[in-house]
């Protein structure tokens, strides 16, 4: 694959040739993040603007150039990404913008953005002769690797946490996954699957130490770029866990920028709740990420020692963005304005984002003459519960048009 120059170490800049399979970097061992370095004029040869336009793939896989894959056999694949990019018709006004476009990626096949990622874990693990995947996730990475892993063939063996909502684990055994709900919270979750993954050498699909999730995730970039004729808004607000997602958000727009097909790197908003927020903690105090309690109905990004701070702390620099966090109030408010003013249904994680831009704007830190893109990453019927306290409870009427009326329930 002359397309990958190698492994770069996010830690010591060092470089690593291409081909064996790599998880970290053997100096700086688990810690040492690593990134996959493209060979950018080798890309050119096959990817640009023109390529693309006669590519009728319309799932993530058009990007496969961008990938660390030799990419065979991805059309048996469930179908990833190319998820809608709407324009808001009522929420930008609500919150103060002209111009806000809301990406559903709930509306991937297991409902979420970690699909994404697990598609290119699949397709690494098959390439690499693999038959059993592992992942330790809160919830959404665990249903979208059993899932995608399902349609191909693989076995997976799933750690979650005791908290994960019941329609994630609900999803992991219909995909048939050997599942272990561990009596802990996600940090000890992610030591017990690095055991077992140790002990009987399982492909690794943990985000945070695996360098091709970011490669799979920062898809989701690519494609609002080009969604929006490669002419990205301003801002781009994701919610943050592990820090994989946004660490993709930003090696999507910084391939397309290598490659002279966007002209610019949108400003990268992070958005967490107060509850788990260890990356606004850091950023506010200016050191090293500080291991906090995890405290907040987001469950997906209920990460209080987060496995990609490099990653993640490099695209809000690097872009010039920002970090923010919002109570688990304005989560389940902006669940409710979501739902309400566009249609997208998304879990409490998933519009944690949009409750950033909101009061972003409200702070001052996002002009409202600025263009926006929220990226919705989850979809909201895996965790009704929450969904109803946002929402409450239906009116419970008898079966008689009279109560109905006298209810007052009904107005013309
Ligand atoms: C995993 C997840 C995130 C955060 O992604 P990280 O890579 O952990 O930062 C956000 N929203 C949803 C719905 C998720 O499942
Ligand atoms: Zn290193």
Same mark, same amino acid.
């Given at each position: 694959?002359?397309?990958?120059?190698?492994?770069?170490?996010?830690?010591?800049?060092?470089?690593?040739?291409?081909?064996?399979?790599?998880?970290?970097?053997?100096?700086?061992?688990?810690?040492?993040?690593?990134?996959?370095?493209?060979?950018?004029?080798?890309?050119?040869?096959?990817?640009?603007? $023109?390529?693309?336009?006669?590519?009728?793939?319309?799932?993530?896989?058009?990007?496969?150039?961008?990938?660390?894959?030799?990419?065979?056999?991805?059309?048996?694949?469930?179908?990833?990404?190319?998820?809608?990019?709407?324009?808001?018709?009522?929420?930008?006004?609500?919150?103060?913008?002209?111009?806000?476009?809301?990406?559903?990626?709930?509306?991937?096949?297991?409902?979420?953005?970690?699909?994404?990622?697990?598609?290119?874990?699949?397709?690494?693990?098959? $390439?690499?002769?693999?038959?059993?995947?592992?992942?330790?996730?809160?919830?959404?990475?665990?249903?979208?690797?059993?899932?995608?892993?399902?349609?191909?063939?693989?076995?997976?063996?799933?750690?979650?946490?005791?908290?994960?909502?019941?329609?994630?684990?609900?999803?992991?055994?219909?995909?048939?996954?050997?599942?272990?709900?561990?009596?802990?919270?996600?940090?000890?979750?992610? $030591?017990?699957?690095?055991?077992?993954?140790?002990?009987?050498?399982?492909?690794?699909?943990?985000?945070?130490?695996?360098?091709?999730?970011?490669?799979?995730?920062?898809?989701?970039?690519? $494609?609002?770029?080009?969604?929006?004729?490669?002419?990205?808004?301003?801002?781009?607000?994701?919610?943050?866990?592990?820090?994989?997602?946004?660490?993709?958000?930003?090696?999507?727009?910084?391939?397309?920028?290598?490659?002279?097909?966007?002209?610019?790197?949108?400003?990268?908003?992070?958005?967490?709740?107060?509850?788990?927020?260890?990356?606004?903690?850091?950023?506010?105090?200016?050191?090293?990420?500080?291991?906090?309690?995890?405290?907040?109905?987001?469950?997906?990004?209920?990460?209080?020692?987060?496995?990609?701070?490099?990653?993640?702390?490099?695209?809000?620099?690097?872009?010039?963005?920002?970090?923010?966090?919002?109570?688990?109030?304005?989560?389940?408010?902006?669940?409710?304005?979501?739902?309400?003013?566009?249609?997208?249904?998304?879990?409490?994680?998933?519009?944690?984002?949009?409750?950033?831009?909101?009061?972003?704007?409200?702070?001052?830190?996002?002009?409202?003459?600025?263009?926006?893109?929220?990226?919705?990453?989850?979809?909201?019927?895996?965790?009704?519960?929450?969904?109803?306290?946002?929402?409450?409870?239906?009116?419970?009427?008898?079966?008689?048009?009279?109560?109905?009326?006298?209810?007052?329930?009904?107005?013309?």
């Amino acid at each position: 694959m002359n397309r990958i120059a190698g492994y770069r170490c996010t830690l010591c800049r060092k470089e690593y040739p291409f081909g064996p399979e790599r998880m970290t970097c053997p100096s700086c061992g688990e810690k040492g993040i690593l990134d996959i370095v493209y060979d950018y004029q080798s890309v050119r040869r096959i990817f640009s603007r $023109e390529t693309l336009q006669k590519d009728h793939d319309n799932s993530m896989w058009r990007y496969r150039a961008l990938m660390p894959i030799q990419g065979e056999g991805l059309a048996d694949f469930l179908r990833i990404g190319w998820t809608p990019l709407y324009r808001s018709r009522k929420l930008g006004g609500q919150i103060g913008l002209n111009t806000l476009y809301i990406k559903d990626d709930g509306l991937n096949p297991t409902g979420s953005l970690k699909d994404r990622a697990s598609g290119v874990a699949v397709a690494k693990a098959i $390439e690499l002769g693999y038959d059993t995947i592992c992942c330790s996730s809160t919830g959404n990475a665990a249903s979208s690797c059993a899932g995608n892993a399902a349609r191909m063939g693989l076995k997976t063996v799933i750690f979650v946490p005791e908290r994960a909502p019941i329609g994630k684990v609900a999803q992991l055994l219909i995909f048939g996954a050997n599942v272990v709900s561990v009596k802990g919270d996600y940090r000890q979750t992610f $030591e017990l699957s690095k055991a077992a993954i140790e002990k009987w050498g399982f492909y690794n699909r943990n985000a945070g130490i695996n360098p091709v999730m970011t490669e799979g995730k920062k898809t989701v970039a690519i $494609e609002i770029a080009e969604q929006l004729n490669w002419n990205p808004t301003d801002w781009v607000a994701i919610s943050v866990g592990d820090g994989c997602t946004i660490g993709g958000v930003y090696n999507g727009f910084y391939d397309l920028l290598q490659l002279g097909m966007i002209e610019r790197i949108p400003k990268i908003l992070g958005v967490q709740s107060t509850g788990c927020c260890p990356f606004v903690n850091a950023d506010a105090a200016g050191g090293a990420l500080v291991p906090t309690p995890e405290n907040t109905l987001a469950d997906s990004i209920s990460v209080g020692v987060p496995r990609n701070p490099v990653k993640a702390q490099r695209a809000v620099k690097a872009s010039g963005g920002a970090w923010i966090a919002v109570s688990d109030d304005e989560i389940l408010e902006a669940m409710r304005m979501l739902g309400r003013a566009e249609g997208v249904f998304g879990e409490p994680a998933g519009v944690t984002a949009t409750a950033g831009v909101k009061a972003a704007v409200e702070r001052g830190m996002i002009k409202s003459s600025e263009s926006v893109t929220v990226v919705s990453t989850g979809s909201g019927l895996k965790d009704v519960k929450n969904a109803m306290l946002a929402a409450g409870e239906p009116f419970a009427c008898e079966p008689d048009i009279r109560v109905l009326e006298a209810s007052g329930r009904i107005k013309q």
